[in-house]
């Protein structure tokens, strides 16, 4: 399962250790799902940390707004991330957009006969409109943009906890908010009365815990 090589469930423990040591990669075919969560885990793990292969560029997950940046993998395993713009089908092909410019934005690609299974991995195309996710597979060009057809569904994974190096918009505004609101909380107010400092009387206020 991990480097895209088989994975039956001797090798685990080993496929385990070189996905958290960043020297490899999940692939986007799983012989057995079973082990997908531990894998995927031990992914993230090592991304978090940039480790092995996640400190170089060439194989570091892609934001999925940098379509010219995504196509210099062409014909490569790549791991691209970002929110989708929107989903449209055409023919027996949906598509998970990525930005308003079709022709030039990156694209996953789904088969729509495998729309069934996607949506019972909790992962519905119909429901995944301005969420952020993961898309995993062989990166190819067609009408100008970058695409990833994605034909099972251990290639997409809704983003998260999974992807500490690249946090979405809203996280970061949330961690931005807490921070401020920390700063303010530690910051004097002039209106409000300061208690005596240690020196200023005999014994510390409030069983002297500062």
Same mark, same amino acid.
């Given at each position: 399962?991990?480097?895209?090589?088989?994975?039956?469930?001797?090798?685990?423990?080993?496929?385990?250790?070189?996905?958290?040591?960043?020297?490899?990669?999940?692939?986007?075919?799983?012989?057995?799902?079973?082990?997908?969560?531990?894998?995927?885990?031990?992914?993230?793990?090592?991304?978090?940390?940039?480790?092995?292969?996640?400190?170089?560029?060439?194989?570091?997950?892609?934001?999925?707004?940098?379509?010219?940046?995504?196509?210099?993998? +062409?014909?490569?395993?790549?791991?691209?991330?970002?929110?989708?713009?929107?989903?449209?089908?055409?023919?027996?092909t949906i598509?998970?957009?990525?930005?308003?410019r079709w022709?030039?934005?990156?694209?996953?690609?789904?088969?729509?006969?495998?729309?069934?299974?996607?949506?019972?991995?909790?992962?519905?195309?119909?429901?995944?409109?301005?969420? +952020?996710?993961?898309?995993?597979?062989?990166?190819?060009?067609?009408?100008?943009?970058?695409?990833?057809?994605?034909?099972?569904?251990?290639?997409?994974?809704?983003?998260?906890?999974?992807?500490?190096?690249?946090?979405? +918009?809203?996280?970061?505004?949330?961690?931005?908010?807490?921070?401020?609101?920390?700063?303010?909380?530690?910051?004097?107010?002039?209106?409000?009365?300061?208690?005596?400092?240690?020196?200023?009387?005999?014994?510390?206020?409030?069983?002297?815990?500062?």
């Amino acid at each position: 399962a991990a480097g895209g090589g088989p994975g039956p469930v001797p090798r685990a423990p080993l496929q385990l250790a070189l996905l958290a040591q960043g020297h490899a990669r999940v692939a986007g075919r799983v012989d057995d799902e079973s082990c997908l969560p531990a894998l995927r885990v031990a992914e993230r793990t090592a991304r978090a940390a940039n480790l092995g292969l996640w400190s170089d560029p060439v194989y570091a997950a892609v934001p999925a707004e940098r379509p010219a940046e995504i196509l210099k993998r +062409r014909g490569g395993f790549a791991v691209v991330v970002g929110q989708i713009d929107s989903v449209r089908e055409s023919g027996g092909t949906i598509y998970l957009n990525f930005g308003r410019r079709w022709a030039e934005a990156f694209a996953a690609t789904i088969p729509k006969r495998i729309e069934r299974t996607l949506a019972a991995a909790g992962l519905d195309p119909g429901r995944l409109a301005g969420r +952020r996710i993961e898309v995993r597979g062989v990166v190819e060009q067609r009408g100008g943009g970058p695409r990833i057809e994605v034909s099972r569904a251990e290639q997409l994974a809704l983003d998260g906890a999974g992807s500490a190096e690249t946090p979405s +918009r809203q996280d970061r505004m949330r961690q931005d908010r807490a921070q401020q609101s920390r700063t303010e909380q530690g910051r004097p107010r002039a209106d409000r009365p300061q208690p005596p400092r240690a020196e200023d009387e005999d014994r510390p206020q409030d069983g002297g815990t500062r």
